[in-house]
Structure formats: structure tokens, C-alpha cells
């Protein structure tokens, strides 16, 4: 079993070292594809290939939180599923609906406001997220929010199986929805399945990579670095081969959430890091992970204020993407330091 690990810090108390770090190197690799950089510019045959694997060599970040998220659940559901679950949806829930609400009154585009009114911009918003009403009600007042509501779907399945003493479902479960999340998604251009709700949200890729997380903590498995970091790197390779296959047949190789390399990449990501516990141990780490939440919620709404910003100053190209980036990481992180301070801090962030 691997060592927990405490340093002078009392926030490392119960924290492997390593999985903080890799929740916080998540985020900043989450917030960096948000802001949608090199797609305008460094065109190899007249398509933004930098933008393109910038943006695809992200991927492993989603996958990573949700195996950290069952990593972490399991003990309480497996004592108590159904009340544990209830436990660990509602706070999630809460912030979820707070941090839609808040995306569906704020403009995105002030110009349009400056223009035409506050409720014209934001008309178009709302009439934009009602011509699929299933799956906004899926993914949130935002794109970004999506992962909340799939992580509460994915926590429900488990805590339903482990509760109808049907645990050793839990894989397969995840793999079928997988699979079927995979073939309905970016496999489309090929398959022609049409899903109820875009496949990135809801329980179809979510279900497989907690699984597999709260699979590792049961079954108390290890890997050596070495055979972590194959397996990642294979995922890796997998992953882009299906994505250049798939560009071939007309899917934007930078819309590719999940492939079936990507759950591959994931868990080599986890497995690399729970062999190296001692990786990031540090009070800077500790200060950033316990935060990721308040920065995950408020990061996208940073972002698309820092885009009216950019255009305001007709910034391009790498300074339009380095601005946008530098600036939403810098006033995101304020943002949640200073909302901590206040008596919101309770109802934006807990």
C-alpha cells in the first residue's frame, strides 16, 4: 500500500503528494485547451496542426480527475453507498447549479451588449442552449460544468451496483458506456449513431474512469513507473492514431474528448503518479489542489471575460493567446482567494 505521506504541512495530512500534483497540473492543462490557443495561426497545409496536438495532448486531464475521484470515494462507498453517495452529490449539486446560473446571466460578448442590449446578447445564449434541452440539462448553464453532473451519474451507478451487491459490474458497466459513448461520439462520422445527449456528458465516459479508480483503491494495485508511463504512452499513441484515422473521415481532430486510447492514457497517468508519492511534496501544492474545485467552476467564465478584453485591445495571434491564457490563470486563482474571504465563499464554492 502506498505510504500517505506528511509533511510540515498540516493539509498534506491523508493527501498523497503526487495526486495533488496531478490534479493541479490537470487544471492548468484544462484551463490552457479552454482558452483555445494556436488555432489562428501556424497552419501546416492550410490547418492549424499545433492547435490541433496542443489541444489533443490535453486529454488526459478529465479521465485523470474522475480515476482521482473514485480513487478517493471508494472507502465511503463501499461502507455506505446510498448515503455516500447522497453525501458526495449534494455539495456538487449545489455548486453546479450556482455556477449555471451565474453562466446564464453573465454576457459573453459586451460588444453585442454595447450594441443591442444585454438582453439580446443573452437571448441568443438561452435560445442556443434550448435547441437541445436533454442535454443542457446534462451538461449546465456552461460547456465546462458538464463534468459535475457526469461525476454525480457516475458515483449513482456505483453506489447502486455496490448497494445491489453487484460491485464486479462496475467495469463491465463502464465499458459498455464507454464503448457506446465512444462509437456515438467522435466515432460518429463513421457509425451514424445518434445519442440521446452528447456523449461527453451523462454517465458515458464518466462511469469506466471513476470505476476504474475506485477498482485501483479496492484491489490495492501498484505498478512500477516504468510500466505506468508504457501504458500512458500507449494510450497516448492510440489515441492520436484514432484521431488522425478519424480526421480522415472528416472529424475536427481537436473535438475528440474521449477515444479508446484515452482511458488507456488516463490510467497510466494515475498509476505513474501513485508510484511516485513523494512527487510534489509541498505546501504550494497543497494550497493550489484544495482549490481546484472553486477554480474548475470559475475558470471558463475568466476566460470569455478575458476574450472581450483581448478584442477590446485588438490583440492577435500569440499575444491575443498568451494574454488570454497568463490573465485568466493569474485573475482566476484571485478570484477564488478573494471570494474565500467572503461569506459567498459558502455558496460559489461549497
Not at 504541512?9 to 487544471?27: C, D, F, H, P, W
Not at 513507473?225 to 480526421?247: N, R
Not at 470569455?304 to 485573475?331: E, P, R, W
Request: hydrophobic share 50%; net charge positive.
Amino acid at each position: 500500500m502506498v505510504k500517505i505521506m506528511h509533511s510540515n504541512s498540516t493539509q498534506a495530512k491523508a493527501k498523497i503528494a503526487s495526486i495533488e500534483l496531478g490534479r493541479n497540473v490537470a487544471m492548468l492543462v484544462i484551463l490552457a485547451m479552454h482558452c483555445q490557443m494556436f488555432l489562428g495561426y501556424w497552419h501546416t497545409n492550410e490547418e492549424p496542426w499545433f492547435g490541433y496536438i496542443f489541444n489533443q495532448i490535453t486529454r488526459f486531464a478529465v479521465p485523470l480527475f474522475f480515476i482521482i475521484s473514485g480513487y478517493f470515494v471508494y472507502p465511503k462507498l463501499v461502507n455506505s453507498p446510498i448515503d455516500a453517495m447522497k453525501a458526495y452529490s449534494k455539495p456538487l449539486f449545489k455548486v453546479w447549479v450556482v455556477w449555471s446560473v451565474l453562466s446564464l446571466l453573465m454576457p459573453f460578448n459586451l460588444g453585442v451588449v454595447a450594441e443591442h442590449g444585454y438582453l439580446a446578447e443573452r437571448q441568443g445564449y438561452w435560445n442556443y442552449l434550448m435547441q437541445a434541452p436533454l442535454n443542457t440539462l446534462f451538461e449546465g448553464g456552461l460547456v465546462h460544468l458538464w463534468f459535475i453532473p457526469a461525476l454525480i451519474c457516475a458515483v449513482a451507478i456505483l453506489a447502486f451496483l455496490i448497494n445491489s451487491k453487484q460491485s464486479s459490474l462496475i467495469i463491465p458497466v463502464g465499458i459498455v458506456l464507454y464503448g457506446y459513448g465512444v462509437l456515438a461520439g467522435s466515432y460518429q462520422v463513421i457509425t451514424e449513431i445518434e445519442p440521446p445527449i452528447f456523449t461527453r456528458n451523462g454517465p458515458f465516459f464518466a462511469t469506466l474512469m471513476v470505476g476504474i479508480g475506485f477498482a485501483i483503491r479496492q484491489r490495492e494495485l501498484r505498478w512500477t513507473s516504468t510500466k505506468a508511463l508504457f501504458i500512458a504512452l500507449a494510450g497516448l499513441a492510440i489515441h492520436f492514431a484514432e484521431a488522425a484515422v478519424l480526421h480522415s473521415y472528416g472529424q475536427p481532430f481537436n473535438s475528440n474528448d474521449f477515444l479508446f486510447g484515452t482511458a488507456l492514457w488516463g490510467l497510466g497517468c494515475f498509476m505513474w503518479l501513485l508510484a511516485k508519492p513523494n512527487l510534489g511534496d509541498s505546501d504550494v501544492t497543497y494550497s493550489i489542489s484544495k482549490r481546484i474545485l472553486p477554480i474548475y467552476v470559475s475558470h471558463l467564465l475568466v476566460i470569455i471575460l478575458m476574450n472581450n478584453v483581448v478584442a477590446i485591445a485588438a490583440l492577435t495571434n500569440l499575444t491575443k493567446d498568451m494574454t488570454v491564457f497568463i490573465g485568466s490563470l493569474v485573475l482566476t486563482y484571485l478570484l477564488v482567494l478573494g471570494i474565500e474571504k467572503t461569506p459567498l465563499n459558502k455558496l460559489l464554492f461549497r
